[in-house]
């Protein structure tokens, strides 16, 4: 069955870093552009960046442009989302999916710390 996974999730200090990970199986991972969402406590989710199949272009929003940087490597069936100068605001659950279906991964927690 579909199946995504996140992790590299943690507890990181304001303007640290994490990269997180998402591992697909059970559809082919390369068909598929994978977008990153961020869910803050107690708001809805919010599109972050996505990046298309083959890797060959990538999609930002305004909040993360310049501080994220998506990328994919489909020899692993893994997408990434490296996160640099992280700020309290970027505290909540971060999730993977693949865009144009309802496959969404179980999400990994991110705590930025003052």
């Known amino acids: 069955q579909v199946q995504l996974v996140e992790s590299g999730g943690g507890l990181v200090q304001s303007g640290g870093s994490l990269r997180l990970s998402c591992v697909g199986s059970?559809?082919?991972?390369?068909?598929?552009?994978i977008g990153w969402y961020h869910q803050a406590p107690g708001k809805k989710r919010e599109w972050l960046a996505r990046?298309?199949?083959?890797?060959?272009?990538?999609d930002y929003a305004d909040s993360v442009q310049g501080r994220f940087t998506i990328s994919r490597d489909n020899a692993k069936n893994t997408a990434y989302l490296q996160m640099n100068n992280l700020e309290v605001e970027d505290t909540g659950v971060y999730y993977c999916?693949?865009?144009?279906?309802?496959?969404w991964g179980q999400g990994t927690q991110v705590t930025v710390s003052s």
């Open positions: 999916k693949t865009e144009g279906t309802a496959w």
């Open positions: 059970g559809f082919t991972f390369s068909s598929h552009t």
């Open positions: 990046i298309s199949g083959a890797g060959s272009w990538t």
